[in-house]
């Protein structure tokens, strides 16, 4: 499974990004997730969608400002962040697997970095 991301970029404190996530080679049978890795810290669970029924889960740390989302026909889900803070800078890193610890993710895509200033 081969996952390639985009969309990162530097944006202010209370803008917008929208990261997109695209299964580019074989299937998934695993939800897609995103988790980032802020400098110095260990990469985190973000936020994950399954392909079928699109059921959502998200870190409390940004319920109510990021949304996940998928186009099954594209085979890409998108992470539309709202509100930016500065601690939400790092490396977005897309993911196919179960769970809410990078452990549980099998196939990464390439890191995409967010900068938030303040």
């Given at each position: 499974v081969q996952l390639q991301a985009s969309g990162g970029g530097l944006v202010q404190a209370?803008?917008?990004?929208?990261?997109?996530?695209?299964?580019?080679s074989g299937f998934s049978q695993y939800p897609l997730g995103w988790l980032r890795q802020a400098p110095g810290k260990e990469r985190e669970f973000i936020a994950a969608i399954t392909w079928q029924g699109g059921i959502t889960h998200y870190a409390d740390s940004v319920k109510g400002?990021?949304?996940?989302s998928r186009d099954n026909a594209?085979?890409?889900?998108?992470?539309?962040?709202?509100s930016l803070k500065p601690e939400d800078t790092g490396v977005y890193y897309c993911a196919a697997g179960l769970g809410y610890s990078a452990d549980d993710y099998?196939?990464?895509?390439?890191g995409t970095q967010v900068t938030v200033s303040s």
């Amino acid at each position: 499974v081969q996952l390639q991301a985009s969309g990162g970029g530097l944006v202010q404190a209370g803008g917008s990004l929208r990261l997109s996530c695209e299964v580019v080679s074989g299937f998934s049978q695993y939800p897609l997730g995103w988790l980032r890795q802020a400098p110095g810290k260990e990469r985190e669970f973000i936020a994950a969608i399954t392909w079928q029924g699109g059921i959502t889960h998200y870190a409390d740390s940004v319920k109510g400002r990021f949304a996940i989302s998928r186009d099954n026909a594209k085979n890409t889900i998108y992470l539309q962040m709202d509100s930016l803070k500065p601690e939400d800078t790092g490396v977005y890193y897309c993911a196919a697997g179960l769970g809410y610890s990078a452990d549980d993710y099998h196939y990464w895509g390439q890191g995409t970095q967010v900068t938030v200033s303040s």
